[in-house]
């Protein structure tokens, strides 16, 4: 069973360039989540979407905006990077609403 | 606003013995709370669950306690074995109608160590 892919893995991007990051969901996963994960504030909830859905968003600037396509995969944009964005970007996917996702390896985004 | 704790950033027990994970939490919307492990350049890795309306929940070498008045929860690995080594985050998620529904608040992490 493929478990969820994320692309690129990596990434280097200069400040204020945008960057989209890719999710492939577990089949039958209806919903996707996106996570931040940096050394100062730990993972944080960017955003949850279900059928194409944003059903729960996080505390992030206007930048951050995401979306979910009808085959469940689900791709996050961040325009005019900033230094503070370079984190560790998570997805995890979902069949219920428990929380029992399964995440990604990740796209590590640098920017410089 | 750190809504849910995990005050030690490192523990390290000897392999065969138990390690105990905490967790502290300030939202008493939460009503389903979990455990993740993370290898570095990794994804966190799912390892047990508990809803609110249990105190207990085992899977194997791995136990969740829940103390709802206390607001606090403990993960028990017993034996504990050098692969066990890795950052473990609980997180919770907010009862259905709340704002936190369907997303999880992580905490800080607590990292591992278990020697040989």
């Known amino acids: 069973k493929a478990g969820v892919t994320q692309t690129p893995r990596y990434l280097i991007k200069t400040r204020g360039q945008q960057v989209t990051l890719s999710c492939s969901p577990i089949?039958?996963?209806?919903?996707v989540s996106w996570y931040q994960q940096t050394p100062g504030q730990g993972l944080q909830f960017l955003f949850e979407?279900?059928?194409?859905?944003?059903?729960n968003k996080g505390n992030f600037p206007g930048r951050f905006s995401g979306r979910q396509f009808s085959n469940s995969r689900s791709e996050m944009n961040v325009s005019t990077l900033e230094l503070g964005d370079s984190a560790l970007y998570l997805c995890?996917?979902?069949?219920?609403?428990?929380?029992?996702?399964?995440f990604g390896s990740g796209t590590r985004l640098t920017v410089v | 606003d750190q809504q849910v704790k995990q005050n030690s950033p490192s523990l390290s027990v000897q392999e065969g013995r138990i390690s105990i994970l905490n967790c502290d939490y300030t939202?008493?919307?939460?009503?389903?709370f979990l455990w993740y492990k993370k290898y570095p350049a990794e994804g966190p890795t799912f390892l047990i669950s508990?809803?609110?309306?249990?105190d207990k929940n085992e899977d194997g070498r791995f136990t969740v306690f829940l103390n709802k008045s206390a607001k606090h929860l403990s993960l028990h690995i017993v034996p504990s074995q050098p692969g066990d080594s890795a950052v473990y985050f609980c997180?919770?998620?907010?009862?259905?109608?709340?704002?936190?529904?369907?997303?999880?608040?992580f905490g800080q992490g607590t990292i591992l160590t278990v020697h040989p």
């Open positions: 508990i809803s609110s309306i249990k």
């Open positions: 939202n008493s919307m939460f009503d389903y």
């Open positions: 089949s039958g996963h209806r919903s």
């Open positions: 995890a996917s979902s069949t219920t609403y428990k929380g029992d996702y399964t």
């Open positions: 997180a919770a998620r907010g009862n259905a109608g709340g704002t936190s529904y369907g997303k999880l608040t």
């Open positions: 979407y279900f059928s194409e859905t944003q059903r």
